[in-house]
């Protein structure tokens, strides 16, 4: 009995051998399967680090892009406000012109007028004054000039005024014109 005890102690352990055994080669299975995945992981890691620092690159070119057209468009946008302002001040000068035109077109019509009845008396003037020197040279009525001798000088006088403002007149035409 004490042999099959120790024979059973000695199966016993042997069998608690084998099985430490297996697990320990199943363990060291498991371990290897683990550092593989570890290593084909770490793989994976790098890879997506690497990517990452490639993505971060093209991010930062993206960014310095953004900000360089966001720049741009303040500048163009600053630029649009000021053509804006400029056309604005050139559409109130162009206004304040076309009405300073039509001013000028109602003072022209006004002169031309004027001109026109300043020309027209001036022609009466005119007539009036060959008239009157006709008269002189050929006296249709030679008493009545008789009686009028102590006059003549009083009609000489105003001949020459009138003369001088048929010359005026003329000057003033020509200024206007």
């Excluded at 056309?87 to 006004?110: A, M, P, S, V």
Aim: aromatic share 4%; net charge positive; proline share 1%.
């Amino acid at each position: 009995m004490i042999r099959t005890y120790s024979n059973y102690i000695t199966e016993a352990v042997r069998s608690d051998r084998n099985l430490y055994s297996k697990n320990l080669i199943e363990s060291q299975d498991e371990i290897g399967e683990m550092k593989r995945k570890l290593k084909i992981m770490n793989h994976q890691i790098n890879q997506l680090k690497e990517e990452i620092q490639g993505k971060e690159q093209l991010m930062l070119n993206v960014i310095a892009e953004r900000d360089v057209l966001g720049t741009q468009l303040v500048r163009r946008n600053d630029e649009l406000a000021l053509l804006y302002e400029k056309l604005k001040i050139q559409q109130l000068t162009l206004n304040k012109g076309e009405l300073q035109y039509k001013t000028r077109l109602e003072d022209l019509h006004d002169l031309k007028r004027e001109i026109f009845h300043v020309q027209r008396e001036l022609l009466r003037e005119r007539t009036r004054c060959r008239a009157l020197e006709e008269e002189l040279e050929n006296p249709m009525n030679v008493h009545r000039w008789r009686k009028l001798e102590g006059s003549d000088q009083i009609l000489q006088k105003r001949l020459i005024q009138k003369a001088e403002e048929v010359v005026q007149k003329e000057l003033l035409i020509q200024e206007k014109k």
